[in-house]
């Protein structure tokens, strides 16, 4: 769940950036007043998966392309 606090971060920068009388702001603004600090992009670890077909699927195969990685757990 650490993914829940930035992500609700986000979206209070955007209603208030929405919401706002005032001549609107840059979201860089309303996230350093939220003291919300970007992260470098960076390469993502290499993964390896399996198919419903049964066949492994890596990131490298899909290199170029969007890719959404759903992990789904029953905890």
Do not use: I, K
Not at 35 to 60: F, I, K, M, Y
Not at 63 to 73: C, D
Request: no cysteine; glycine share 4%; hydrophobic share 55%.
């Amino acid at each position: 769940m650490r993914w829940l606090r930035p992500l609700a971060l986000v979206l209070v920068a955007v209603s208030l950036a929405a919401s706002s009388t005032a001549a609107p702001r840059a979201l860089d603004d309303l996230m350093m007043d939220l003291q919300v600090t970007p992260l470098e992009p960076q390469a993502p670890p290499p993964l390896s998966v399996v198919t419903v077909d049964g066949g492994p699927v890596t990131l490298a195969d899909v290199r170029g392309h969007a890719v959404l990685v759903y992990f789904w757990a029953t905890w």
